[in-house]
T-cell receptor, first 115, second 116 residues
Framework: GAVVSQHPSWVICKSGTSVKIECRSL??????MFWYRQFPKQSLMLMAT?????????EQGVEKDKFLINHASLTLSTLTVTSAHPEDSSFYIC???????????FGPGTRLLVL | AQKVTQAQTEISVVEKEDVTLDCVYE???????LFWYKQPPSGELVFLIR??????QNEISGRYSWNFQKSTSSFNFTITASQVVDSAVYFC?????????????FGDGTTLTVKP
């Protein structure tokens, strides 16, 4: 149980385009989802926290207008990287959590390469 | 604010050696959760263990064991008789139950290389 999927797993796009990444909890309802970014050989950095039906809470330094997060249902959250630039190239990982605050379940990640 | 420190950036051992990965944390909460994750080259985080702040019992799972000591704010991870497949980046993480909306803070990770 507690499986989280992400789609796509890989994406290559041209600079200036927008990319949408989906995060789904497959067998449980996720009241909260988190989005992380990980640069090569670095740790996971939390970008934002999203609760179903409400606006996401962004971490300091993360541009809200650039990284649009939508958590429209208890099983789906999306991250849209708008007007992507090469510096946005990274590994994006989502996690989902139920009402209990104990454990986050992580998706497999999405590798974004912006040319 | 919560903080997790993994002082060992890289560790290299020879197969069958035991290895301990250190994790030291800081938090003001009395209720919190500690985690260890493994990240192989594929990138997917593999959950290894969760420990809550009220449970200081050490745990053993096969070749893995964890030593939680609140007195020193440490949650160390030992792999016994290491294998090449253990090569990965290991992250320690902390989640506060009462503050920070339960967000997890990750350490910088320890890259473990097990040589045959």
């Amino acid at each position: 149980g507690a499986v989280v999927s992400q789609h796509p797993s890989w994406v290559i796009c041209k600079s200036g385009t927008s990319v949408k990444i989906e995060c789904r909890s497959l067998d449980f309802q996720a009241t909260t989802m988190f989005w992380y970014r990980q640069f090569p050989k670095q740790s996971l950095m939390l970008m934002a926290t999203s609760n179903e039906g409400s606006k996401a809470t962004y971490e300091q330094g993360v541009e809200k207008d650039k990284f649009l997060i939508n958590h429209a249902s208890l099983t789906l959250s999306t991250l849209t990287v708008t007007s992507a630039h090469p510096e946005d190239s990274s590994f994006y990982i989502c996690s989902a959590r139920t009402g209990s605050r104990e454990t986050q379940y992580f998706g497999p990640g999405t590798r974004l390469l912006v040319l | 604010a919560q903080k997790v420190t993994q002082a060992q950036t890289e560790i290299s051992v020879v197969e069958k050696e035991d290895v301990t990965l250190d994790c030291v944390y800081e938090t003001r909460d009395t209720t919190y959760y500690l985690f260890w994750y493994k990240q192989p080259p594929s990138g997917e985080l593999v959950f290894l263990i969760r420990r809550n702040s009220f449970d200081e019992q050490n745990e053993i799972s096969g070749r893995y064991s964890w030593n939680f000591q609140k007195s020193t704010s440490s949650f160390n991870f030992t792999i016994t008789a290491s294998q090449v497949v253990d090569s990965a980046v290991y992250f320690c993480a902390l989640s506060e139950a009462d503050t920070n909306a339960g967000k997890s803070t990750f350490g910088d990770g320890t890259t473990l290389t097990v040589k045959p």
